[in-house]
């Protein structure tokens, strides 16, 4: 089975900090994506990878980077939290090909910053 | 851009009943593939059915069925003979089929099966 691993389930940080969340997965995908979750907004794509030191922005990216040094382990970066990033982030990883590959998502890390 | 949208933000159902999650999307691509996935409480996503959109035959899986009109851009997801379990969060998605990453979610609906 794919397991894709986040390095925290909840994390406090105060404004102003930086702040990593880490992804890992073991199933060698090509493509890692990280996505912030709000009620009532779904789902949005911060960033993806498609391969190692690869990366491209996705809806909103804005006051976050990443990284991508191995194949297996996909960072995001806060540079300097603030509060209307409180949210939960979703990792995912899936496979190169066409569009049907499923993505397969971690248990999510529920950041909140006071 | 591709746009995916659930109407109903939330639901419930006895359990053993059918229930009917709505879902609609908005796009000018021919070739694309439609997902829903299953977030429970406190537990991570899985996918629960996938659709092609070059296939007119309705993907089923177990008690999972879809009704994909490709015409009216609409693909509901069936839930027959609702168990407890099947209380989550479920999200329709959409990707291009030129892509392999970019999934565009709905918004959600919110499925309560009552005992």
């Known amino acids: 089975d794919v397991k894709v691993t986040q390095s925290s389930r909840y994390l406090v940080k105060r404004t102003g900090e930086k702040v990593f969340l880490e992804c890992v997965q073991d199933m060698d995908h090509e493509n890692m994506f990280w996505y912030r979750q709000d009620p009532g907004l779904g789902l949005r794509l911060i960033y993806f990878?498609?391969?190692?030191?690869?990366?491209e922005k996705g809806d909103i990216p804005e006051g976050y980077s990443v990284s991508r040094e191995k194949k297996e382990r996909f960072s995001l970066i806060l540079e300097s939290a603030s509060t209307n990033q409180t949210s939960m982030y979703l990792c995912a990883s899936s496979t190169e090909g066409q569009g049907a590959n499923e993505q397969y998502f971690g248990p999510g890390t529920r950041l909140t910053v006071t | 851009a591709q746009t995916v949208t659930q109407s109903q933000p939330e639901m419930s159902v006895q359990e053993a009943e059918t229930v009917t999650l709505s879902c609609t999307y908005d796009?000018?691509?021919?070739?694309?593939?439609l997902f829903w996935y299953k977030q429970p409480p406190s537990r991570q996503m899985i996918l629960v059915i996938r659709q092609e959109a070059y296939k007119q035959q309705n993907a089923t899986e177990n008690r999972f069925s879809v009704n994909f009109q490709k015409a009216a851009k609409s693909f509901s997801l069936k839930i027959s003979d609702s168990q407890l379990g099947d209380t989550a969060m479920y999200f329709c998605?959409?990707?291009?089929?030129?892509?392999?990453?970019?999934?565009?979610f709905g918004k959600g609906t919110l499925l309560t099966v009552n005992p």
């Open positions: 796009t000018s691509e021919n070739n694309y593939y």
């Open positions: 998605a959409f990707i291009s089929g030129g892509s392999n990453y970019k999934l565009t």
């Open positions: 990878s498609y391969d190692v030191k690869m990366k």
